[in-house]
């Protein structure tokens, strides 16, 4: 499922950043009394009510012909229009309207996206001045001030009501199970895989792509930076198994991001994130592990996705084994590989791996080499284990007959005097799977104690590949444990 994009367009120092700020519910946009404070598009992820959607701020938009920066910063304005499905129309309610704003509801005219008006900065109820606004033709805009936090609720309303006209779809609630549910452990036959290529540029992404369905679907060059949005592939294999791939754009540093395609481009790479199932995270075997591979691997981590590091360039390495010196290395020095056979340095490599990426001892590598097409189908076989471990149910029952093994050989957590204790399990999710101990309290149960418990998990059921959700939540505040749920059936009857 693609998510919705909304940009907040409207000219400088009208307020788009704290109304920003406010939907993220802390400062990540900076704020000023200064127009034009905002130079780059910032975007989040926004959970509705009823809708998920990307929430982007935009640098203010204006018709005066400045330097070469406020020509930039137009230009990213316009992107948005162009790139975004809605659009929030942010004037000064205080302010008599300018040229500016005359010149931003043309270019709205003209992109015949929906428009969500809103006046800012009118604390006062001054309807005259709301009334006023109405000849744009956008109808009376929504009250508010950002800065009091004052009608912000009801633009939120206003935007999931936009969001059901215009046809997208609702969040889909989380797949849970109740006790008495019957384990299903094999994913449908007829499911398609979502499998993201995701990395830095110039890695192999689209070679990839083109090496698994034999065919040049994308458009590989040696110049980063070629893929500027996803491209969505369809693939069956020979036993029946669908598969949709989605060839991202290359993910730069942020500080490295340009104020025009290169955001929207990792715009689309974040929405290809949310809809893959897999994500398979290309790595240079030449260059290792970088600061950009951790921060997307941490990104895929978050959004709860099932995941391959993928070593490709491999042969390239092979080659260098062959006779290049060691002084001819720079990122890999600290392997010390050559010379040896192939088996040893791909050991080395998994090692030199493990050093660097501590937090994914989970996820399966894989070398190959998108090039020459040698074992990229590996790839595939990968995906397809991720996915029915994603969609792997235990039974509470069988949780709970575990459960006395996370006791035994680790000190439980304590707060203040009192000691956590944990009462109950269950798996209440898959897709990514998630975990509930029910606890006395949950304060006592700190990040260190939860990661162990994850490891626990994973040490006896596998989930190998994909990421695992872990809840810690006080037993008392469960309508699900065994006693209430005899109550409810009481008032039932």
């Not at 849970?176 to 499998?195: L, M, Q, T, Y």
């Not at 942020?254 to 949310?274: H, N, Q, Y």
Request: charged share 30%.
């Amino acid at each position: 499922m693609s998510l919705p994009i909304i940009a907040i367009i409207g000219r400088p120092n009208v307020g788009k950043s704290t109304v920003f700020n406010c939907f993220l519910k802390q400062r990540k946009a900076i704020v000023s009394d200064i127009p034009g404070t905002t130079r780059d598009s910032l975007m989040e992820r926004i959970q509705g009510e009823n809708f998920t959607y990307w929430l982007v701020d935009t640098a203010g938009l204006t018709n005066a012909r400045g330097d070469s920066l406020e020509k930039e910063i137009q230009l990213q304005a316009k992107l948005a229009l162009e790139n975004a499905d809605m659009i929030i129309f942010l004037v000064d309610g205080k302010k008599e309207l300018t040229a500016d704003d005359e010149h931003i509801v043309s270019i709205l005219r003209k992109s015949k996206k929906p428009v969500i008006f809103v006046a800012n900065k009118i604390d006062d109820g001054n309807i005259n001045r709301i009334l006023e606004l109405a000849r744009f033709g956008f109808g009376n805009p929504l009250p508010i001030s950002a800065k009091n936090y004052t009608g912000l609720w009801e633009l939120e309303e206003v935007i999931e009501t936009h969001l059901e006209k215009a046809g997208f779809e609702k969040t889909p609630a989380p797949i849970e199970f109740s006790d008495d549910d019957i384990p299903d452990e094999k994913a449908p036959a007829e499911s398609i895989i979502k499998v993201a290529f995701l990395g830095r540029p110039n890695v192999g992404k689209s070679s990839l792509l083109n090496a698994l369905v034999k065919e040049n679907r994308s458009v590989v060059s040696d110049v980063a930076g070629t893929t500027r949005d996803t491209i969505d592939t369809s693939y069956e294999t020979e036993d029946g198994q669908k598969f949709l791939f989605l060839d991202t754009a290359g993910l730069r540093r942020p500080g490295k991001i340009g104020k025009d395609l290169d955001f929207w481009s990792s715009v689309r790479t974040r929405e290809a994130m949310e809809r893959a199932d897999v994500c398979a995270l290309l790595v240079d075997a030449l260059d290792g592990i970088t600061h950009q591979d951790l921060a997307i691997a941490g990104k895929i981590i978050e959004a709860g996705k099932g995941i391959i590091i993928c070593v490709n360039k491999f042969d390239l390495v092979r080659e260098k084994t062959r006779g290049q010196e060691e002084s001819d290395t720079r990122d890999l020095s600290e392997v010390k590989m050559w010379g040896e056979e192939l088996d040893q340095v791909r050991q080395k490599y998994l090692t030199y791996l493990s050093d660097h990426i501590r937090f994914l001892p989970w996820a399966p590598v894989l070398f190959f080499s998108a090039k020459t097409g040698k074992g990229v189908d590996d790839v595939l076989v990968s995906a397809k284990a991720i996915y029915h471990e994603r969609t792997k149910r235990i039974s509470t029952a069988e949780l709970n007959r575990f459960l006395p093994e996370v006791y035994y050989g680790h000190v439980l957590p304590t707060s203040g005097t009192i000691r956590g204790t944990i009462k109950y399990l269950s798996q209440v999710a898959v897709s990514p799977p998630k975990f509930i101990f029910f606890v006395n309290n949950a304060k006592a149960f700190h990040f260190s104690y939860r990661r162990y418990l994850e490891n626990k998990i994973r040490e006896k059921y596998g989930f190998h590949g994909t990421s695992i959700q872990i809840e810690v939540r006080d037993s008392h505040d469960d309508e699900r444990t065994p006693k209430k749920r005899k109550l409810q059936k009481r008032r039932q009857q």
